[in-house]
T-cell receptor, first 116, second 111 residues
Framework: GENVEQHPSTLSVQEGDSAVIKCTYS??????FPWYKQELGKGPQLIID?????GEKKDQRIAVTLNKTAKHFSLHITETQPEDSAVYFC???????????????FGAGTRLAVHP | KAGVTQTPRYLIKTRGQQVTLSCSPI?????VSWYQQTPGQGLQFLFE???????NKGNFPGRFSGRQFSNSRSEMNVSTLELGDSALYLC??????????FGPGTRLTVL
C-alpha cells in the first residue's frame, strides 16, 4: 500500500546550523512531494514542494531534493533560526489520474528544535 | 485572499453523539480534502470533494461522511462518536492538481 517513512522523528540543532529531514515513499506512481511546517495550535503550512520532473528546488534557506530511482526526497534548511522550530511533515501524492488527485500520504513528522 | 476557515475550532461531544464540521475553502478553489490528525496515527486522508462530488476516499468507516455545496464549502459528519474519534480534523483546499492549503483545524474531543 501507499506509505511514506520520515526520519528522524526529532532533530535538535544550534542556531545557524543546517537541518536535513529525509523521506522515502513506496508508490512509484507518486509525482508530487510537498513539505509542510506545523506550529503549535495551527494547521500545516506548505513551505516548499517538488514535482517528479524536477530533481531539486530551492527557496531562500529551504531546499528539497528528489531521487526518483531510490524513491527518496529530502528537506534541507540552512542557517536555521529559532523560528524554524516546529514539526515538519513530508507527503507524497499522485496528482491527476484515476485514484490520485489531491490525496496526500504523510510521513510521521519530524520535531525540529533550533536552540539559540 | 482569505485562507481556509474551519468552524467550530473546538468541540466537545460524548460517545454516541454525532458531529458536523464545516470548512470554507480559499476563494476560487473547488477541491476540498479532509484529514484526521492524531498523535498515534498522524495525518490521515479522509476524503476529497471536487465540484460537489466525492472524488477520493480514505480507509475510514462509513460513520465518517462528507459533502460539498455549490459554493465549494464542505462539511464532514461523524456519527455514533467513539473515544478514538478525538482528533484534530483538518480541511485543505486546492485548485485542481496543485498545492493544498490547510485551515487551522477543528479540535474534537469525545468524552
Amino acid at each position: 500500500g501507499e506509505n511514506v517513512e520520515q526520519h528522524p522523528s526529532t532533530l535538535s540543532v544550534q542556531e545557524g546550523d543546517s537541518a536535513v529531514i529525509k523521506c522515502t515513499y513506496s508508490d512509484s506512481a507518486s509525482n508530487y512531494f510537498p513539505w509542510y511546517k506545523q506550529e503549535l495550535g495551527k494547521g500545516p503550512q506548505l513551505i516548499i514542494d517538488i514535482r517528479s520532473n524536477v530533481g531539486e528546488k530551492k527557496d531562500q534557506r529551504i531546499a528539497v531534493t528528489l531521487n526518483k530511482t531510490a524513491k527518496h526526497f529530502s528537506l534541507h534548511i540552512t542557517e536555521t533560526q529559532p523560528e524554524d522550530s516546529a514539526v515538519y511533515f513530508c507527503a507524497a501524492s499522485k496528482v491527476g489520474g484515476a485514484g490520485g488527485y489531491n490525496k496526500l500520504i504523510f510521513g510521521a513528522g519530524t520535531r525540529l528544535a533550533v536552540h539559540p | 485572499k482569505a485562507g481556509v476557515t474551519q468552524t467550530p475550532r473546538y468541540l466537545i461531544k460524548t460517545r454516541g453523539q454525532q458531529v458536523t464540521l464545516s470548512c470554507s475553502p480559499i476563494s476560487g478553489h473547488r477541491s476540498v480534502s479532509w484529514y484526521q490528525q492524531t498523535p498515534g496515527q498522524g495525518l490521515q486522508f479522509l476524503f476529497e470533494y471536487f465540484s460537489e462530488t466525492q472524488r477520493n476516499k480514505g480507509n475510514f468507516p462509513g460513520r465518517f461522511s462528507g459533502r460539498q455545496f455549490s459554493n465549494s464549502r464542505s462539511e464532514m459528519n461523524v456519527s455514533t462518536l467513539e473515544l478514538g474519534d478525538s482528533a484534530l480534523y483538518l480541511c485543505a483546499s486546492s485548485s485542481q492538481g496543485s498545492e493544498q492549503f490547510f485551515g487551522p483545524g477543528t479540535r474534537l474531543t469525545v468524552l
